[in-house]
């Protein structure tokens, strides 16, 4: 009976092609056109960088290293630390000590390729201060042995520590667009979801498959199986998007830097939080044009609150904390681990386990209430 019932749902969905081109291409339309209209926004403009240098060294390489970066338009030196992106430290004995770093503190949120883009470019000049300082060391004696430095290679790795003012690593247009349309798709089954539910509930279906003694949770397991496997095509479909469709446009691609498995869980956790809140509005619901805009506005909402319009990081610190408390905002949040913190199963299963426990806190509040819509005949 069960799989009949799953196969009477899945009939149902397929029939209504509207609700699948509202499911699978305005996502995947919407990660297409937000990713290229953002491009420009999540690179720098330009190569000019807010920068506060503290020599505590005062040696004559630190002093160079200063020199040759005030000469450079491309840094605009700050007086305070508060106006700057970037502060830079020498630490004491930075010349004599080669194991000493230079300390960048990153200031702001700043996106990631512009940090790469300064290291290289404040690399050059630690670079030439050094074989300045040795050619001129070594110039009386082996004028040949200095040229050699031109055709050294040294890593920015080696020359750098970074740590960042509470902020996490930034995303690409790409890997900001593909998750939040994603998150936001996939609580668009709220539509056919409560079309269907009120079909059934007019057409006294629900209450005959109660008379048949078929339990509320088999009806529910029923009509939320097909759903489940709709978002985890959904989720595929847009990721594709992100990695084939995307660099055509002349922007980055997606790349699953993380776990496969931790992708399917972070999709398994969000279909199980659609699937429990689009149930509940459907069967809250009087008819399915209140279904559709309860569920609509909603799906707006979380999505506002929760990153999909606008990225978390834009946001004041104020709405970053009412963005924690949306369904959506988890969802995003563990895809963003994953894309780009090459994040396993076990670093995002928090995020899984809050989206699982919002959906079946939802999904039992929802039988409740269709239950006593039966017992009292819808």
Do not use: C
């Not at 200031?107 to 300064?118: D, H, P, R, W």
């Not at 569920?295 to 904390?321: C, D």
Request: hydrophobic content about 50%; proline content about 4%; glycine content about 4%.
């Amino acid at each position: 009976m069960l799989q009949a019932m799953i196969k009477k749902e899945l009939l149902l969905v397929l029939r209504d092609k509207h609700a699948l081109m509202a499911l699978f291409v305005m996502p995947a339309i919407f990660i297409l056109i937000m990713s290229v209209a953002m491009r420009d926004q999540f690179s720098p403009k330009n190569l000019e960088f807010k920068t506060f240098i503290e020599n505590q060294d005062k040696s004559p390489l630190s002093k160079q290293i200063v020199s040759l970066t005030k000469k450079d338009t491309s840094f605009e030196l700050m007086k305070n630390k508060k106006d700057a992106e970037f502060i830079l430290t020498i630490p004491k004995e930075y010349a004599k000590d080669s194991k000493k770093l230079i300390d960048i503190h990153i200031n702001n949120s700043i996106k990631n390729t512009k940090i790469e883009i300064f290291k290289s470019l404040f690399s050059e000049h630690i670079l030439k201060a050094r074989f300045d300082l040795i050619s001129e060391n070594f110039k009386p004696y082996a004028p040949k042995i200095s040229k050699t430095f031109a055709n050294l290679e040294v890593s920015t790795d080696k020359l750098y520590k970074i740590h960042y003012n509470n902020e996490k690593k930034l995303p690409n247009a790409t890997q900001q667009s593909v998750p939040a349309w994603i998150v936001f798709g996939m609580f668009f089954i709220i539509i056919p979801m409560s079309t269907i539910y009120i079909q059934e509930k007019n057409q006294n279906t629900l209450t005959r498959l109660s008379s048949m003694n078929i339990s509320i949770f088999a009806m529910t397991l029923a009509k939320s199986i097909p759903y489940f496997l709709i978002n985890q095509i959904q989720v595929w479909i847009m990721i594709s998007v992100g990695i084939f469709l995307v660099p055509l446009f002349n922007t980055p691609a997606l790349a699953i830097n993380g776990s496969v498995l931790a992708v399917f869980e972070i999709a398994t956790g969000l279909s199980i939080a659609a699937i429990g809140i689009s149930t509940l509005i459907a069967v809250s619901a009087d008819s399915s044009e209140q279904a559709t805009t309860i569920g609509g506005i909603s799906n707006i909402l979380l999505g506002a609150i929760g990153g999909v319009m606008v990225p978390k990081f834009i946001m004041p610190e104020s709405m970053q904390k009412i963005a924690e408390y949306s369904p959506m905002s988890w969802g995003l949040d563990g895809f963003l681990d994953i894309f780009l913190s090459g994040a396993d199963a076990g670093y995002v299963f928090n995020d899984f386990f809050k989206l699982f426990l919002f959906g079946l806190v939802s999904l039992v509040i929802s039988m409740i209430i269709l239950h006593l819509k039966i017992k009292k005949g819808l």
